[in-house]
């Protein structure tokens, strides 16, 4: 049973780096059709996709976001890694890990999520 | 603000049936599946139904997908008090900017 697991700090400042890793147990994020995923929920509001790394390593990230966000992956690890710069409080949230499966990537394996608070 | 739309609230007693739609455009739903989560309090979202009507599993019967045109529903038949949830419909949306999977604005069903 695969299993996500997020790690990172949970404040940032403002104008900084939001740096988050997700550790996969269970299964190799380089094997597979699977779709390596970060999701983010603003507390009390809905789900944000950020982006996804494929298990070949090509990634795709959301348009609204793509001009701040990488994400990365150390294989050797089994880990995938999300990179938001310039924060704001807008972007105090719980972020999630979670595998996307196939084509049309239902999420089917999701981290309990870690809260990130942007504030000074 | 997302493009795919959903009632904030459902409601309905024990055993009754609730259904949930989701209303979206050529670009998401009327070009792409739909899977559905359900997120209960505190937890994260898990998987309920994925390619519009599939269930994966461990997940009950009591809960079915469809789609048509470009609106998508979840159907809760039987409903109990554990289904006491959100619930978010979910599609890729393939915008001038590149795919983008958006949810939908999500539904928080009660147990009266």
């Known amino acids: 049973q695969v299993q996500l697991q997020e790690s990172g700090p949970g404040l940032v400042k403002p104008s900084q780096t939001l740096s988050l890793t997700c550790s996969v147990s269970?299964?190799?994020?380089?094997?597979?059709?699977?779709?390596w995923t970060w999701i983010r929920q603003p507390p009390g509001k809905g789900l944000e996709w950020i982006g996804y790394i494929y298990y070949s390593g090509s990634t795709s990230y959301s348009p609204s976001l793509k001009s701040r966000v990488t994400i990365s992956r150390d294989t050797s690890k089994n880990q995938f890694s999300l990179r938001l710069n310039s924060v704001t409080a807008a972007d105090t949230a719980v972020y999630y890990c979670a595998r996307g499966l196939g084509s049309s990537s239902p999420l089917d394996r999701w981290g309990q999520g870690t809260l990130v608070t942007v504030s000074s | 603000q997302s493009v795919l739309t959903q009632p904030p609230s459902a409601s309905g007693t024990p055993g009754q049936r609730v259904t949930i739609f989701c209303s979206g455009s050529s670009s998401n739903i009327g070009g792409n599946t739909v899977n559905w989560y359900q997120q209960l309090p505190g937890t994260a979202p898990k998987l309920l139904i994925y390619t519009n009507n599939k269930r994966p599993s461990g997940v009950p019967d009591r809960f079915s997908g469809s789609k048509s045109g470009t609106s998508a529903s979840l159907a809760i038949s039987g409903l109990q008090s554990e289904d006491e949830a959100d619930y978010y419909c979910?599609?890729?949306?393939?915008?001038?900017?590149?795919?983008?999977?958006?949810f939908g604005t999500g539904t928080k069903v009660t147990v009266l």
């Open positions: 269970g299964g190799s994020i380089s094997g597979g059709d699977y779709y």
């Open positions: 979910a599609a890729w949306d393939d915008t001038l900017n590149g795919p983008d999977y958006v």
